[in-house]
């Protein structure tokens, strides 16, 4: 089930009784997973520290017991329309980079509701708030689940972003490479070897049209 939660598809449905069995699992937070009984007023925070490490889970309805593990049954928090695109308005504006998390609103009952939040490890770090003043980091802590980065974290997070544009820069030229040699190898001897004639002519001129896409 934890894997669900983390790999679930954007597109896939939560349900209560896949986010019931999470919790049944008794798993304290973590480096990658944060309880919250209410709305968290400091949520770009919590956003912009799980991007910044490892991204990770926020349940929001969720209680939690002396030892910050999730109690069950779920209590939820009072369903209001918008509660999705409050998550997204906070990241965008609070955080600098924006980041852009998954957001599923599980229903309990006609009234209450709990929030799943799943913030990705991201390649654009660091991620600040507090008027881009604060860059925050998940720990491990309990009692202090976020620290601020000091001018060495900071330093790796640029590494980790630097690194990160390396590899899809590679990726983007072998797509471009083998783009190329499809086109060539296609639209040249392979055509001209089937005595296409007037159907080589129109491929070449769609191949040339398609618009180079990158992922």
């Known amino acids: 089930m934890i894997k669900t939660l983390f790999a679930v598809s954007p597109t896939d449905e939560i349900t209560q009784e896949m986010v019931e069995q999470f919790?049944?699992?008794?798993?304290?937070?973590?480096?990658?997973?944060?309880?919250?009984?209410?709305?968290?007023?400091?949520?770009?925070?919590?956003?912009?520290?799980?991007?910044?490490?490892?991204?990770?889970?926020?349940?929001?309805?969720?209680?939690?017991?002396?030892?910050?593990?999730?109690?069950?049954?779920?209590d939820g928090i009072k369903f209001e329309r918008g509660?999705?695109?409050?998550?997204?308005?906070?990241?965008?504006?609070?955080?600098?980079?924006?980041?852009f998390p998954d957001v599923w609103i599980v229903r309990l009952d006609e009234e209450q509701c709990a929030v799943v939040i799943r913030v990705p490890e991201s390649d654009s770090t660091p991620h600040a708030v507090e008027g881009r003043q604060g860059i925050y980091l998940r720990t491990g802590n309990i009692s202090n689940p976020f620290t601020r980065a000091t001018v060495e974290d900071i330093q790796?997070?640029?590494?980790?972003?630097?690194?990160?544009?390396?590899?899809?820069?590679?990726?983007?030229?072998?797509?471009?490479?083998?783009?190329?040699?499809?086109?060539?190898?296609?639209?040249g001897e392979f055509l001209k070897k089937s005595g296409a004639g007037l159907g080589r002519f129109f491929v070449e001129q769609f191949m040339d049209a398609v618009p180079l896409t990158e992922l």
């Open 23 to 74: 919790c049944q699992l008794g798993i304290r937070e973590t480096t990658r997973v944060d309880y919250k009984q209410d709305f968290p007023s400091d949520l770009a925070k919590q956003v912009s520290a799980f991007a910044n490490t490892h991204g990770g889970l926020i349940l929001i309805g969720i209680r939690t017991d002396q030892e910050n593990r999730p109690l069950t049954p779920i």
């Open 156 to 187: 790796e997070l640029l590494r980790r972003r630097k690194v990160a544009a390396q590899r899809k820069e590679h990726l983007v030229s072998r797509f471009r490479n083998r783009w190329e040699f499809f086109k060539r190898e296609y639209t």
């Open 83 to 99: 509660i999705s695109e409050r998550v997204y308005q906070i990241c965008v504006s609070s955080v600098s980079p924006p980041v």
